[in-house]
């Protein structure tokens, strides 16, 4: 198969078919964008899990004034039952499984408060005795905050045990969805691409038909007939991808480390380094996919 000649071929279809090859790319790169947007999305909440499950605190809370309920009986926790819950997280029992902690009193929640919740109406009707005085305590395994729940819920003085992991799945599984959300979206597109590359290739061919009447004349294969065909949506995905590929690594670049990095610090984010395993993904699912509708296209039109 001369190389030169089935290259020819493949420039005379995209200059041919420039307004549809253009297409092509569009969608192909809109569709890997939101793959390559999926892809870093996965890549951030694994990042941020990492980051949030080794911080997790389980926040033991202590009763006040104002709670009813079977261990707290509207009166503050006094100084012998906070005395009895700092005892039990020194305890043998417990002490392997704690990696540190500390007290919070009514005082310092309200000043904590106050930083979070600054130029709301809701610091002015609030006051220090509202507050739950707290032991944040980390764990040495954060998965095994099931010991400290076990050993301070129900008990007297103690309002509740909390767990942030929690609280950190449930913000996960929303980040989750979002990102499933936009591998669907992608499915979607990547779908009408294949079709787009399908009917280019078909109406390639259908321009083509004169010269492919005369090559089967003269012995030409089906391969050779159908290669430049098959590469031509193959280069126009490529591009699509390519440009996807760039679209990605722009979007860490100057969306994520650029803007989210210094405007919302609290918490770990991908690097421009780890975005760059997202190109070559993209760029050969554009390729495989490309293939086989091109492959298909023009083997089903090569039938007629």
């Not at 007290?103 to 000043?111: K, L, N, S």
């Not at 301070?152 to 609280?167: E, K, M």
């Not at 650029?258 to 690097?271: A, H, K, M, N, R």
Request: aromatic residues 10%; proline residues 3%.
């Amino acid at each position: 198969m001369r190389v030169g000649l089935v290259l020819g071929e493949v420039w005379n279809g995209l200059r041919r078919n420039m307004s549809v090859v253009i297409s092509v790319i569009l969608v192909t790169f809109v569709s890997l964008t939101f793959v390559g947007a999926a892809i870093l999305m996965q890549m951030q909440i694994q990042q941020m899990k990492t980051f949030w499950y080794d911080r997790a605190q389980v926040a033991v809370y202590l009763c006040t004034s104002f709670d009813q309920s079977a261990t707290c009986a509207g009166a503050d926790a006094g100084e012998e039952e906070i005395q009895a819950v700092e005892d039990a997280l020194n305890s043998d029992t417990l002490k392997p499984y704690i990696d540190d902690y500390f007290f919070v009193d009514h005082e310092e929640a309200y000043e904590e408060f106050t930083r979070q919740f600054e130029g709301n109406p809701i610091v002015d009707i609030t006051r220090p005795e509202q507050l739950n005085q707290t032991f944040w305590i980390k764990l040495e395994d954060p998965s095994r905050s099931d010991v400290i729940q076990e050993t301070f819920s129900g008990i007297p003085g103690v309002q509740s045990v909390s767990d942030q992991r929690t609280l950190l799945d449930r913000i996960f599984l929303y980040l989750g969805v979002a990102s499933y959300t936009a591998i669907a979206i992608a499915g979607l597109m990547l779908v009408a691409a294949m079709l787009l590359i399908s009917t280019t290739i078909r109406l390639s061919a259908y321009s083509r038909r004169r010269e492919i009447g005369i090559m089967r004349l003269v012995g030409a294969s089906n391969r050779f007939i159908q290669t430049p065909f098959i590469l031509e949506g193959i280069i126009a995905a490529l591009i699509g991808a390519v440009l996807a590929g760039a679209a990605s690594v722009a979007m860490v670049k100057f969306f994520v480390q650029g803007f989210l990095v210094t405007e919302v610090p609290f918490t770990s984010y991908i690097t421009v380094e780890q975005s760059l395993l997202v190109p070559p993904v993209l760029i050969l699912v554009g390729v495989i996919l490309s293939s086989i509708a091109a492959k298909i296209a023009i083997t089903r039109y090569l039938r007629v």
